[in-house]
Each structure stands twice: as C-alpha cells, then as structure tokens.
C-alpha cells in the first residue's frame, strides 16, 4: 500500500507548537482514572514580573491512592503541582503519532513540534511526603520472599503401589497393541508420502508414522532408502535418489515401484 | 476560564484533560541540534520501520519445503536451544527504528532509534491546546532519537583499522578514500565512465540530485555487503603496499561519482563521496592529472619492485598505472621537493630492483658494484666521481668481482677501499694485472697505481715494494709502516701485530702474521731483549 509510510505533514507545516511535560508516575496513575470528558485538573498560567509561573491542580476527586493490597492508603497526593520550564534547547523535538484506524493501516502524522518542556513537580506538602513514604516501603519490598511453613507438605508425592501415570501409560499401550505388519503395499505407500513432506527423517519417526514394527520397516526402508551416518541429517533416513524427484533437485526421477 | 488578577501577576487558568480513547499513539522524534532539521521545510516525508534485524530473530530457517527439511526439525532446534539456556530476544515490531525520508529519494534520510527507559520512571505527556482553550495531554508512548544517515562512502570496519595504523604516516587523508575507490574500480568493470570521472568535478558535500543508485540501503542488507568486504579485503591484501606518502598541499579533490549503474549493482554500500574535502584548483584538467599525479608519487613512493610486481598483476591495474604514470610523470617534474617520487620514476623505468633511493645509485647497473652499495648507502667521499668511474670501468678493473673473494672483503673498510682502488686505476690507468689473482686482501695495497703485479701463484698477495698512498683511514701493512713504528720505539711482534688491527687493514689475522714476518725479514731490524721480550727496533 502506497500510503504506508506517507507522513501526513500537516502539523509540521503549521507548526504546531505543543509542550513537553514530564510528569510524575503517580500522577499519571491517577489521571488514567479519570472519568467522563477526562478532567483531570486545571492549568494555571501567570505572569508574575516577567517570569511565566505554571502551576496544576489536580481535581479533587482524582487524589485518592490506591495502594497495592486491599486496605485504601489513606494517603492522598497532593493537589499543587508547580510547572518548572525549560527551554528546548539546539535540540528539535517533532511529535508525530501512529494511528492505527484500521488493521494494517498505519497512519503517521506529524503533530508538531515542542516549543517548550517542562518538569511537573509536586509541592512539598505532607501528603506528599507520605506518599513518598508509601512508595519506598512498596519498592523495599523484597521480590522473594522466604516463608517458614509449619507443617510439611504432604500433598504432592504419596507412596502408592501404582501412580497414576504409569497406570495410564500401561493402559495406553495395552490398548494400542502391538504394531502389526500391515501389507508392504501399504507401508510403501505411507512412506512415499511422509518423504513428500520432508527428506529426512528419523527411525523413530518413521515408525511413529506408520505404525510398524521397527525391524519390518527397516526391512522396507533398506530397500528404498539410505541411511546417513555422517553429515548434518544424522542417523536419518531418506529415498534413494532414484525415488525421490524433489523440486530442488535437477534430475526428476519417477519413483518406480 | 476564569482569570484572576493579583497584584502583579495575572494569570490564566485552563482546563487540562487527558482523552481517553486514544487510537493515536503519540511518540517524540529527536534531532540533534547540530544537524538544523527544520520541520517546517520538509515537502514530502515517509517514515516506516526499519525491518533489517528480523531475521536475526527466527526468521532465518528457510522453508524450503520437502528437499533438505527433517521432520520435526523445528522442534528439535527449539529443544535444543531451551537445553543450552540460549534465550533469542523476540522481535517486537514496536521497538524496531524508524527510516525517515525526506523531499524524496534525494532527500535526506534519517534512522530514529528507540531510547530506552523513557517510560520508567516518568511519563512524558504532550501538552497541546485546543481551540477551546484547554489543555489536552496525550502520553508519550516512545522516544525516538533520530541521526541523519550518510549517504556518502566510509570506510569498512577492516579498512578503518588499516588506516588507522597508518596515520602517522599518511598526511593526505584526502587520498584514502580516492585510493578505495581506485580499488574498487580495478575490481569491478572498467566503465568507461570511471575513467573519464578522473577528471572530477569537485564539490564540498555530494549532491542530493544523484542516481538513486548511490543510497545506502539498510533495508537491503544483502550478500552483496559480505561479498563486498571479502573482496575489498583481498584486494586491500594487494594494495597494502601502495603508500600514501605525503603530498604537498593537500590537494584534496572530491569527486562526483558518476557511476554507471553497472558498477553501482556490485557495490551497493559503497557509495557516496569523500567527506569534507576542500576545492583547491577550479580546473578540471589540471586536478584530474595532479591527482593521478598524486596517486602515482604515492604508490610509486613504494618500493620500486612492488611497483613492478603491481604493474604486472592484473592488465587492468598496470594499464591504469601506466597511464596514470605518464601524467604523474609530468606532475612530477612540477612538483617541487618531489626529488624521491622522480627517482623511483627513473629507476622504475630502468627496472633495476633493489636499489636505494639515492641518485648515484640509478648510474650503477647490476654489477657486482650494487651489491656493495647494498651493504652501504653511501660510499664515503665518492661523490660525483664515480660517475666517471663506474663508466669507464670496463678492463682497468680488476676483473674478477671483489665480492667473489668471500675472504676479507665483507667489510664495510674493504667495499669502500675498493671503490677507490676503482678509481685510482681509472685514473692511473691500467697497470695491475686484472689476471692475477688479485683477491681483495690488501684493497691498500692494490690501490697504489704503481703496483707490481703479485706473484699469482701466491694467495696472499705481497706488499708492494713501492710505495703506496695508504687511503684515507686505513692502516695499511706496509713495510713503511713498520719501519716508521720501528724507528720510534722498540716493539715485539705483539705490538706490531697489534698496530695493525686486523679490522682496519682488511687482513686477517693469519694473513696479517705473514706480512709482518715477510716485512721484518726484508727490514731486519735489530733485536732487543727488554723484560725478557724480544724487540725489533731500527736505527735510521
């Protein structure tokens, strides 16, 4: 499709300028709750003698943390976040997105470009303060953890004169039976058409496939195949060249029977 | 929005919300500042994935179907590597980097890399505002640092490393990359147009209107990029010796590769022209001759035989030398303090092998001559007049080459002894007998012109009655000699034995005993017994 990878321009040409925040995890964690419209707070921009001064509120509702476990923290985050600005710098930062409308379709636009970065900061307050707190004892937390039992398990091994699994493998075979010689028509037949899928093959293999007993299909085998000893098909059977008329090979030879 | 006014600061407020149902994925593109990318001029872009490391990641079993294929081959590969613990990173497309195009395919092409970590500790989101007024902030999914891409020749990894063992040596490092091209060029087809490109046209910085077929294309890693390399590396096996000695001025000339698409088709990755190079000379003539100039004075710099052994490998490359010889030839005579490319070009021409780079030596043919100069550069004090001597050298010299007398004249002391005997007979004319056994021993001796031929029978020659003008530094066993060291003081044999060291007559000792006997017995000088020792002395 032609228009995979056609960048759509549109936002380059306008120049768009958009901000670049970086924003503290639990912040973000608390704005993938919103809901509705996605409020999530309000931006306040003033001037204060010259200097531009950005700060975020977040709404109300979206301060509740829950903490892992199932008890509710207690702990709110703060409300007041204080915007730091930065300059973008000699660097040129485009956003662009990949939108994904339909299977297969990548859209890629170009959004704009950053005119400004900036670090949203919580206020020090003292809920953030516990939040914080919270978070330290959640990451100290070992990943593993040793647990002294009281009692042994006994659940998994018991003695017992026949395990459950061997009875099903004796069943299983008892009920397959031995493998009968089936006509040697018939087995020529399979093997003809399991070498058709793959040139190599193992005995074991073989035998699956055809449900013969081993020395009777060697016996078979012996006389159409060869057996590879060395080379990368180890201890594999194939056709004898005069058998086998596979695509790759040049000489196409009629398996004569 | 509601504005609030403080005393003095005013401000605004605004609504911030985060959308929810996102399709659009939101990701940073990152250009360094030194490279001025200037969104806003792109006309025309395409951006995909960069898909080259995909086979790295399973997709290198080929399904060839029934011929070669075992059964249940992939099973047991998958067995086989869990057993080893040999984890193959999966190949997420997400995480692959991005190929940007610009303006085209003659435009610039960047390569964007994922940056990892950026999603760790902290989100990025995109602060844009609506036309209402709020604030929408989207997440930033990933950050991609993107570089531009050269679309001009490098180096090899291999080549590389060459050359930076040579950059004490190499001054011009405009050439390197004219002489790899050279390279290539005797490799692959002779275009016609690779000749005639010699006469380059110079630019700073190759042109974005080229043929397509210079990209680099790293979607394309092909087997042509590993049949490129073993060949350069053979070839470079060759070439090894083609120095690139300093050249005055940097005369560095870029080219514009004009390819034909022939030569293009074998190496693809090798494209793209020198880097930076600085435009000396407007004229296309003279900077094709030059430069051919140039890498002729190099690789004629080297030693004179590998320049006949290159000239002799391929038609190709002593075509290409020969014609480059003859510009560099003309080249070479303007090029001032170019003395040593001028006499490697002589002597090339001459075919003598082995000589050194002095220009005495291009009148010396291959006598047994130059192997003395082999031993020393320069003979001492025989500057121009060998020329003379070494013309006219036919019968006055003793005919047999002093080389063959394995006795004594291996000494540096001797060679230059017999250079001068050399040409005190061209000068004294020829009295001695080339026919007798003249073996070097007493290079002194024979070098008086005033000789009496030595009785042939004798190997070792006798001193001469007369007298001989002993050379320059050498003390020679003469009879004077030791009737002067007699008349002065009393000596033992010892003493004499030990004024005449047999390191600077040439003699050795054996031979230096018998001289000295011979010479007493003519001398017969008194004898003396001090501290029980028996002195010869004579009274004048």
């Known amino acids: 499709m032609s228009e995979k990878g056609e960048v759509d321009l549109t936002g380059a040409k306008q120049n768009t300028g958009v901000w670049l925040v970086k924003v503290p995890k639990y912040l973000s964690q608390q704005w993938a709750k919103a809901s509705g419209r996605g409020e999530v707070g309000k931006l306040r921009i003033g001037k204060n003698q010259g200097k531009a001064e950005v700060s975020f509120t977040l709404n109300e509702d979206l301060t509740m943390i829950d903490s892992l476990g199932d008890k509710p923290s207690g702990v709110r985050a703060p409300r007041d976040h204080p915007f730091t600005m930065q300059t973008v710098g000699g660097q040129t930062l485009a956003v662009f997105t990949e939108t994904q409308s339909e299977p297969s379709k990548d859209k890629i636009a170009l959004e704009g470009v950053v005119v400004q970065r900036a670090e949203c900061r919580p206020a020090a307050s003292d809920n953030y303060m516990k939040l914080k707190r919270l978070q330290i004892e959640e990451l100290s937390k070992p990943l593993r953890l040793s647990q002294q039992l009281e009692k042994a398990v006994t659940t998994n091994y018991k003695p017992v004169a026949n395990h459950y699994n061997n009875l ?77 008329h596979y695509q790759g090979e040049e000489e196409a030879k009629e398996a004569d029977d | ?109 960047f390569k964007g890399q994922k940056k990892g970590g950026v999603t760790e500790n902290a989100s990025y989101y995109i602060f844009t505002q609506c036309p209402d007024g709020a604030f929408e902030a989207f997440p930033v999914n990933g950050w991609y640092n993107f570089v531009p891409q050269a679309k001009h020749r490098t180096l090899t990894a291999e080549e590389a490393e060459e050359e930076w063992g040579r950059r004490n040596k190499v001054v011009n490092h405009f050439s390197i990359m004219l002489q790899r091209r050279l390279r290539e060029q005797e490799r692959g087809p002779d275009d016609e147009d690779e000749e005639g490109e010699k006469g380059g046209k110079k630019k700073k910085k190759k042109k974005g209107a080229r043929g397509g077929d210079l990209r680099i294309h790293d979607l394309e890693d092909d087997l042509e990029l590993s049949s490129d390399e073993s060949d350069s590396s053979r070839e470079e096996g060759d070439n090894k010796p083609k120095k690139k000695e300093s050249v005055a001025k940097g005369k560095g000339k870029k080219k514009k590769k004009k390819r034909g698409s022939d030569s293009e088709a074998n190496e693809d990755s090798d494209d793209g022209d020198y880097e930076g190079l600085e435009v000396d000379y407007m004229s296309d003539e003279s900077s094709s001759e030059e430069e051919a100039g140039e890498e002729k004075a190099k690789s004629n710099k080297e030693d004179g035989p590998k320049g006949i052994d290159e000239a002799s490998d391929t038609e190709d490359e002593s075509e290409e030398e020969k014609q480059n010889e003859e510009e560099g030839k003309e080249e070479e005579e303007e090029e001032e303090g170019k003395k040593t490319p001028v006499q490697m070009e002589k002597k090339k021409k001459r075919d003598s092998s082995g000589e050194s780079d ?183």
């Open chain 2, 358 to 540: 002095t220009s005495e030596d291009s009148d010396i043919d291959g006598e047994a001559a130059s192997a003395l100069f082999m031993k020393k550069r320069t003979p001492p004090k025989r500057g121009g007049g060998r020329g003379s001597g070494g013309s006219s050298r036919t019968g006055s010299r003793p005919g047999t080459p002093s080389i063959d007398s394995a006795s004594t004249s291996n000494t540096l002391r001797a060679a230059a002894s017999k250079l001068e005997q050399g040409k005190r007979q061209v000068l004294g004319g020829s009295s001695d007998s080339p026919a007798a056994k003249r073996l070097k021993m007493e290079p002194g001796s024979t070098a008086t012109t005033t000789q009496s031929p030595a009785p042939s029978g004798k190997s070792t020659p006798q001193p001469p009655s007369g007298k001989s003008t002993p050379s320059s530094s050498d003390v020679q066993l003469t009879e004077e000699a030791v009737r002067r060291y007699l008349i002065r003081k009393p000596m033992t044999t010892k003493d004499l034995l030990k004024k005449f060291q047999t390191k600077r007559t040439g003699l050795s000792s054996e031979q230096t005993v018998n001289v000295l006997a011979q010479i007493l017995k003519r001398l017969n000088p008194e004898r003396k017994n001090v501290n029980d020792k028996m002195h010869f002395y004579l009274t004048e």
């Open chain 1, 168 to 244: 099903e493998y004796e069943r299983k075979k008892k009920e397959e039976g031995k493998r009968a010689r089936a006509d040697k028509q018939q087995v020529l037949d399979m093997l003809f058409s399991a070498f058709e899928k793959h040139q190599y093959y193992n005995i074991k293999d073989l035998v699956d496939i055809t449900k013969q007993p081993v020395s009777y299909l060697k016996e078979i085998l012996r006389d159409i195949g060869i057996y590879n000893i060395k080379g990368t098909h180890k201890n594999t059977w194939e056709l004898k060249p005069e058998y086998r």
């Open chain 2, 1 to 109: 929005m509601t504005s609030l006014g403080g005393s003095s600061s005013s401000s605004t407020e605004y609504t911030v919300r985060v959308p929810k149902n996102n399709s659009k994925k939101y990701s940073i593109m990152a250009f360094n500042s030194g490279d001025k990318v200037n969104c806003s001029t792109w006309t025309q872009a395409r951006m995909e994935r960069d898909m080259s490391n995909r086979r790295m990641y399973g997709g290198e079993e080929t399904e060839e179907g029934a011929a070669g294929s075992e059964f249940g081959k992939k099973q047991r590969e998958e067995a086989r590597r869990k057993k080893f613990g040999i984890v193959t990173r999966e190949f997420k497309v997400e995480d692959q980097p991005w190929i940007l195009k610009i303006n085209g395919k003659a435009g610039k092409r």
